[in-house]
T-cell receptor
Framework: SQQGEEDPQALSIQEGENATMNCSYK?????LQWYRQNSGRGLVHLIL?????REKHSGRLRVTLDTSKKSSSLLITASRAADTASYFC???????????FGKGTKLTVNP | GAGVSQSPSNKVTEKGKDVELRCDPI?????LYWYRQSLGQGLEFLIY????????KSGLPSDRFSAERTGGSVSTLTIQRTQQEDSAVYLC???????????????FGPGTRLTVL
């Protein structure tokens, strides 16, 4: 079953604008991770936020985590055309080592 | 250092044939994962190896799928009697196994795009 569900499914913005993607999950977690995928190939790990953290920054990325609502958001500030990709959140399922991904948000940044 | 590598990058095969997909994890990573991504879909967990422990095969979709990991390093995913619905990108990932029984960030390879005609 899907552990993480991202929304929106697709997002199209202009270069320079901010992009916000949301993720909801179902069970308790130790951490939540965000990945980026270009052109349907390998995933790149972006950021990991632990369950005892509420916000984390990495460059132009800002991730928040609300464990009471079982949700996370990924904000990309000052977007660039190169940010065009699909973004996935992922969590470990049921204390196992299986990383469960949502179906992703497809972000298009128009120059 | 070198990342996770996979070969071949693309594989086209005929229905009914067997295929082998290879994954070379990052050196020193004891955990290795296989995932499948069908067109427009999220990633589906297939199998997980950790050290010498029995692999977690709970995600394998049928008994046509099998995987092994030799010497705790390279892994091969084998699909026997391929079907058209097996067409997908097969992704491998590796990670460190941390003290306390958890794993670290998973690092993904570029994937193998399998097309079954």
């Amino acid at each position: 079953s899907q552990q993480g569900e991202e929304d929106p499914q697709a997002l199209s913005i202009q270069e320079g604008e901010n992009a916000t993607m949301n993720c909801s999950y179902k069970t308790s977690i130790n951490n939540l991770q965000w990945y980026r995928q270009n052109s349907g190939r390998g995933l790149v790990h972006l950021i990991l936020i632990r369950s005892n953290e509420r916000e984390k920054h990495s460059g132009r990325l800002r991730v928040t985590l609300d464990t009471s609502k079982k949700s996370s958001s990924l904000l990309i500030t000052a977007s660039r055309a190169a940010d065009t990709a699909s973004y996935f959140c992922a969590t470990f399922q049921g204390g196992s080592e299986k990383l469960v991904f949502g179906k992703g948000t497809k972000l298009t940044v128009n120059p | 250092g070198a990342g996770v590598s996979q070969s071949p990058s693309n594989k086209v095969t005929e229905k009914g044939k067997d295929v082998e997909l290879r994954c070379d994890p990052i050196s020193g990573h004891t955990a290795l994962y296989w995932y499948r991504q069908s067109l427009g879909q999220g990633l589906e967990f297939l199998i997980y190896f950790q050290g010498n422990s029995a692999p977690d095969k709970s995600g394998l979709p049928s008994d046509r799928f099998s995987a092994e990991r030799t010497g705790g390093s390279v892994s091969t995913l084998t699909i026997q009697r391929t079907q058209q619905e097996d067409s997908a990108v097969y992704l491998c990932a590796s990670s460190l196994f941390l003290a306390g029984g958890s794993t670290d960030t998973q690092y993904f390879g570029p994937g193998t795009r399998l097309t079954v005609l």
